[in-house]
């Protein structure tokens, strides 16, 4: 009879063992080859260290040419000698310049000085963030290319002004017509 009670203890030794995480040695852990556990989704609330060194780039859109400089810093934005708020008034325009550093989640930690010349409110945002996606990808391509690749902030829009044809009065309209 010490036999068979024997028997199920031991049946239960080898269950606890099959199981990950029994064991005091954590050897269950180790020969699990497949978790159906996702990883742990990384923090949001400690930024990334940012990578030291300065970085420069130029970005276009339409007429408008950005020269950028980012510098890790505290998140001052130097535009023409103004601030953000001051240059784009307008919150979309801030918030389209400022899409890379949300997107790699680098919000605060680089300083921004920036030339604009050219263009009008919104072709001036657009290169200035091409420009600034263009430094940042420059100052750690391993890390910051991926994303922005996938975002489409590296690519830029070649979407330009249609020149006037002859006869009409701007590229595609017409004077108007007069049957008589």
């Not at 040695?25 to 989704?41: I, M, N, R």
């Not at 307008?90 to 918030?95: D, L, Y």
């Not at 600034?132 to 975002?151: F, G």
């Amino acid at each position: 009879m010490a036999e068979s009670t024997t028997t199920p203890v031991e049946t239960e030794d080898v269950i606890d063992d099959a199981l990950p995480g029994a064991g005091q040695s954590g050897e269950g852990d180790a020969t699990v080859a497949y978790s159906s556990e996702s990883a742990p989704a990384p923090s949001t609330t400690a930024p990334r260290p940012v990578a030291i060194g300065p970085a420069a780039a130029t970005g276009r859109r339409k007429e408008a040419v950005a020269r950028v400089r980012v510098v890790p810093g505290s998140g001052q934005w130097r535009i023409n000698g103004k601030g953000l708020d001051q240059y784009f008034p307008n919150k979309v325009h801030q918030q389209h310049v400022n899409e890379p550093f949300v997107l790699l989640d680098l919000d605060g930690q680089y300083d921004v000085i920036a030339r604009i010349d050219g263009g009008g409110v919104t072709g001036q945002a657009g290169a200035l963030r091409l420009g600034i996606s263009r430094a940042l990808n420059e100052v750690d391509v391993e890390t910051n290319r991926p994303p922005l690749k996938r975002a489409g902030m590296l690519t830029r829009d070649p979407r330009a002004k249609e020149r006037r044809k002859a006869g009409l009065k701007k590229a595609r309209k017409a004077p108007q017509y007069s049957k008589r």
